[in-house]
């Protein structure tokens, strides 16, 4: 491709391709050239050096989280939509997680990204720090809940780099791993189900029924936040010395 027809969009979205297939080690500027047809240095005249074309590929994947409709939807489906939308894209990109660590992300997909998660708690009710707080304790379980599957992915691709049988290798670890685990009765009960492959993996519908745990807790939050206070608020009942109920409170 002639450097006067390349674009940085075009730039870009290879870079996310090279990326999700060979991770933060295997994008190198020689790379990107072969998959886009150009020269290396051609990519120069758009893009300062790697690390700016990841920060420009970490935000461009940001769009692909959809915002749902405030106006339309109560904020748990909101909250569960945004969730599940962010968990869906850290899953396809594992490299963006990766990144975290060595990187700062900052552009208008991330900030566009935070600013509706905002809304979604300001709709529920909470106020300022409140909604912060609530919003981010909702990223960091959905970035939690993909940590396993990224790592799994790097572990994988070094291990295949280094010349060896990576789902072997990982296979006779997993061995390993049980033999020692069902020294322990409640892992052993867990290994003896008939569905068992390791005691690492996770149930079905985790981050499911995390999520939901989640948002529950939430709500329950905001329903002390709008407990009446003062005289009108309820009384806790009076027991007597046994422990009853009086009835008389």
């Given amino acids: ?98 990144a975290f660590g060595s990187h700062l992300f900052y552009g208008p997909g991330k900030a566009r990204h935070d600013d509706h998660s905002l809304a979604v708690y300001e709709a529920a009710g909470f106020v300022g720090t409140q909604a912060d707080r609530a919003a981010a304790t909702v990223f960091t379980f959905v970035l939690g809940g993909v940590l396993g599957a990224s790592a799994a992915v790097s572990l994988t691709r070094r291990l295949s780099q280094d010349g060896g049988d990576a789902e072997a290798l990982i296979q006779d670890t997993m061995v390993k791993a049980s033999e020692i685990a069902i020294q322990f ?22 981050f499911e029924f995390g999520l939901q745990a989640l948002l529950d807790g939430l709500e329950d939050r905001l329903t002390g936040l709008r407990a009446p206070a003062g005289p009108d608020a309820p009384r806790p009942p009076v027991t007597t010395p046994g422990g009853y109920e009086d009835p008389s409170s």
């Fill in 1 to 98: 491709m002639p450097r006067d027809t390349l674009t940085k969009e075009q730039i870009v979205r290879t870079a996310i391709e090279l990326l999700d297939a060979e991770g933060l080690d295997g994008l190198n500027m020689r790379s990107l050239g072969k998959r886009l047809g150009t020269v290396a240095t051609a990519v120069y005249w758009h893009v300062k050096n790697k690390d700016d074309l990841i920060l420009l590929a970490g935000d461009h994947v940001w769009h692909e989280v959809e915002l749902p409709d405030l106006d339309a939807l109560d904020w748990r489906t909101a909250a569960t939509a945004m969730a599940t939308g962010l968990h869906a894209m850290l899953s396809r990109h594992p490299w963006l997680v990766q």
């Fill in 185 to 206: 009765p409640r892992l052993r009960t867990r290994l003896e189900t008939p569905k068992a492959v390791d005691y690492t993996a996770a149930p079905d519908q985790t």
